[in-house]
Nanobody, 122 residues
C-alpha cells in the first residue's frame, strides 16, 4: 500500500514537498511515478523516477519547477514542487510500476496511493 502526504494550501510562487511511503512494500523494487488530477480533468502524468533514482522524467508543464527524488533507505519517494501556479491545483497520486521504463501512462502502474490535495491560490 502506498501513502501520499504533504499536500495543502499554498500561495502562487510557494513550495510544497509531497512524500510517498510504502506500507508493506519495498519501494526500491519499483519504478515510481507521480500523477495528478484536477477537478473535471483526466489524471495526468507529472513525474517518474527509476529504481536507483538516477533517471527521471517530467511533463513539460512542471519541468524546472518540480523535482522527483527517492530515499530508498527510508522507503520514500518525494516530489518537491517549487514556483507553484494555480494550475498545479489537483489531487496528487503516487504510483509504483514493476516495469523498467519511466512510464507516462496510468496503465503501466500497478499500485496507487490514495492521493493528497494540493491547492494553489492566486
Amino acid at each position: 500500500q502506498l501513502q501520499a502526504s504533504g499536500g495543502g494550501l499554498v500561495q502562487a510562487g510557494g513550495s510544497l514537498r509531497l512524500s510517498c511511503t510504502g506500507s508493506g512494500r519495498t519501494l526500491s523494487t519499483y519504478n515510481m511515478g507521480w500523477f495528478r488530477q484536477a477537478p473535471g480533468k483526466e489524471r495526468e502524468f507529472v513525474a517518474a523516477i527509476n529504481r536507483n533514482g538516477r533517471s527521471t522524467d517530467y511533463v513539460d508543464s512542471v519541468q524546472g519547477r518540480f523535482t522527483i527524488s527517492r530515499a530508498n533507505a527510508e522507503n520514500t519517494v518525494y516530489l518537491q514542487m517549487n514556483s507553484l501556479k494555480p494550475e498545479d491545483t489537483a489531487v496528487y497520486y503516487c504510483a509504483s510500476s514493476y516495469g523498467t521504463g519511466l512510464y507516462v501512462t496510468r496503465s503501466e502502474y500497478r499500485y496507487w496511493g490514495q492521493g493528497t490535495l494540493v491547492t494553489v491560490s492566486s
